[in-house]
């Protein structure tokens, strides 16, 4: 059996061998291809995973630029070039809170007028803008309905009269009448039934008579109501003034008013050289605001000018805005030069100064940012100003050694363009200012807890160090809103209307 085996085995005898010998480069080619095969794979996926972690870093780095990802505030290492700020010493100084409101400018004296009587009219004398004085006529009514009224009442009132003449001369009768049968009665010459029924006739005229009197009383009444509204077809100004509004023309008929019509206001007028601006305060500041408080008065039709004026006027009533917040009217002439006027219904925004402050420490506003408390490091979290259990707080960044140092303050009131710093800082401790893009949270470029930086404003200077001897520190001009070229994230100038000025509240969280 086994040398059977054996004999297949060789029956193939080298022609065997040489078929095996053969097929082995085949074989090892392909080996060699399945090997460099797995080899590329391999690359592939380093390729690949290397990609993935250097995108992650790159999202990281965009802090609250991308939803789901959140901002670290961190702190720097002492690695990489120094970041170009604008410095400036904290300064002491006055400074006057604010309210600010939106509001209308409108004329102190403003005149609806409106007709009287329901008649056509016949001549608008004035057009709107015209300057009106008081007494000039600026509209006449077809006075012929109101006319054949006057005769008709006048024709009433003489029918009256002759009917009174008759009653008189009734009641004349009927006295007589009861004088003669009472005299009869008392000499039994009559019965007591004719003496009552002449009474009675008495009486009746006598009714009569003061029925007649009474319509006479109403005939007059018609005549001269008639004769007054014959009058106000003829409408004069009751001020002097300039039309702001015409809303009829000749031919139009003219409708009074009644409770449940306010009738045809045919025209406004007004005195636009004494104007006040009606501004909405809302109720969470009005009860700082007081009369007699200044103001200033911002209008955007007049870009490069500021009005000023008082409170004169504060509203008791609450209203509410269309977004359901709720504010109070009040109103505030403005001191205008002589011969100046203004346009009726233009838009504007005051500041009222409700309360000064002297001898303050305060810094350019966009100096103070508002991070979460959770997003700072342990060392600065656990500074003294920094209250755990709320949400956000505010920081400074003080300028140490090159270093920007997080410095958690507790700040007070604003005006348009400084915040007092009530804790946390010292007068001439130099402070980052700006660029406003390192002072925003949610860019990137965010300065972190002792990054290098250095003084952008120096540089140019000579190297002249943040708050000289003279006390005058660098990038004053950025206090009154210049962001350099980060116009995204600019805030609002004096124009903007968009400083709270409220107190010291820290903003969102809290």
Request: charged share 30%.
């Amino acid at each position: 059996m086994r040398g059977g085996c054996r004999g297949r085995a060789l029956a193939g005898g080298p022609g065997g061998v040489r078929s095996m010998i053969g097929r082995a480069p085949a074989d090892v080619q392909r080996g060699k291809e399945a090997g460099w095969i797995v080899w590329k794979w391999i690359v592939v996926l380093v390729v690949i995973l290397a990609g993935a972690g250097g995108g992650v870093a790159w999202l990281v780095a965009q802090g609250d630029e991308f939803d789901g990802l959140s901002f670290s505030f961190g702190t720097a290492d002492d690695s990489g070039d120094a970041t170009p700020v604008r410095v400036e010493p904290a300064g002491v100084g006055d400074l006057i809170r604010t309210v600010s409101a939106p509001g209308s400018i409108e004329p102190r004296t403003l005149v609806k007028i409106s007709s009287q009587v329901s008649a056509k009219v016949l001549a608008v004398p004035f057009r709107e803008g015209d300057t009106v004085h008081k007494g000039d006529v600026i509209l006449r009514l077809d006075p012929q309905n109101l006319v054949a009224q006057l005769e008709s009442a006048k024709a009433s009132l003489r029918s009256e009269e002759a009917r009174l003449d008759g009653a008189e001369a009734d009641l004349i009768n009927a006295r007589l009448e009861y004088e003669r049968l009472r005299q009869l009665v008392e000499t039994g010459d009559a019965p007591q039934s004719e003496l009552d029924a002449a009474e009675a006739r008495f009486l009746r005229a006598r009714s009569n008579r003061k029925v007649i009197e009474a319509s006479i009383e109403i005939a007059k009444a018609n005549i001269e109501r008639v004769n007054k509204d014959l009058e106000n077809t003829v409408i004069s100004s009751p001020i002097d003034g300039t039309v702001i509004a015409l809303n009829t023309e000749v031919g139009e008929t003219v409708i009074v008013g009644t409770t449940n019509n306010p009738g045809s206001i045919v025209m406004e007028i007004a005195d636009l050289s004494s104007m006040l601006v009606k501004a909405q305060v809302d109720e969470t500041n009005i009860a700082a605001v007081k009369v007699g408080q200044p103001a200033t008065v911002y209008i955007n039709a007049y870009d490069d000018e500021e009005f000023r004026g008082k409170v004169e006027k504060i509203g008791r009533k609450r209203m509410v805005s269309s977004s359901g917040t709720g504010y109070f009217i009040v109103e505030i002439p403005l001191d205008l030069a002589e011969g100046r006027s203004l346009l009726s219904g233009l838009t504007a925004s005051v500041d009222i100064e409700v309360e000064p402050f002297f001898d303050v420490v305060k810094v350019p506003s966009q100096a103070v940012i508002n991070v979460r408390v959770e997003d700072l490091p342990d060392e600065v979290r656990e500074m003294g100003l920094v209250e755990k259990e709320k949400t956000y707080t505010d920081i400074v960044y003080r300028v140490i050694d090159g270093k920007a140092i997080a410095t958690p303050v507790r700040k007070g009131p604003s005006d348009l363009t400084h915040t007092v710093i009530r804790e946390g800082l010292e007068p001439g401790e130099p402070i980052v200012i700006g660029p406003y893009r390192v002072l925003d949270p949610s860019r990137g470029d965010f300065l972190k807890h002792k990054q290098a930086i250095r003084d952008e404003d120096a540089d140019k200077k000579g190297d002249t160090p943040a708050g000289d001897e003279n006390g005058e520190g660098t990038g004053n001009d950025d206090a009154d809103g210049e962001r350099g070229d980060d116009q995204d994230g600019e805030q609002n100038d004096a124009r903007g209307r968009t400083v709270a000025g409220s107190g010291g509240d820290t903003g969102q969280g809290g």
